[in-house]
């Protein structure tokens, strides 16, 4: 099993990749021709540490919350009480 880094969140869009590469997944840790349909994922939106994965491993990990969205990520953050809760909490 190959390792995938440590990151909060990761983007992932599909690669578009027209010269002719061969990557690792780093999911399966298979091989990865970049002619075919794969995605890119990117550790917290950091497009220098991009990754080439495939689809489905990719569409896999986010089914098992290893490759949560930025969305996701921000819904597991505690929230700053707005100015209107923390009016109110005073009064209560
Ligand atoms: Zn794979």
Redesign the pocket.
């Known amino acids: 099993m190959a390792k995938l880094e440590k990151a909060d969140w990761w983007t992932i869009r599909r690669a578009q990749n027209r010269k002719p590469a061969t990557y690792t997944?780093p999911?399966?840790g298979?091989f990865?021709p970049s002619m075919s349909e794969h995605v890119l994922i990117a550790p917290e939106g950091d497009t220098s540490r991009r990754r080439h994965?495939?689809t489905?491993?990719a569409a896999a990990a986010r089914k098992a919350g290893r490759l949560p969205s930025r969305d996701d990520w921000l819904k597991t953050q505690p929230k700053q009480p707005g100015l209107l809760a923390r009016l109110l909490g005073r009064r209560a």
Request: hydrophobic share 45%.
């Open positions: 997944c999911f399966c298979g990865l994965a495939h489905a491993c």
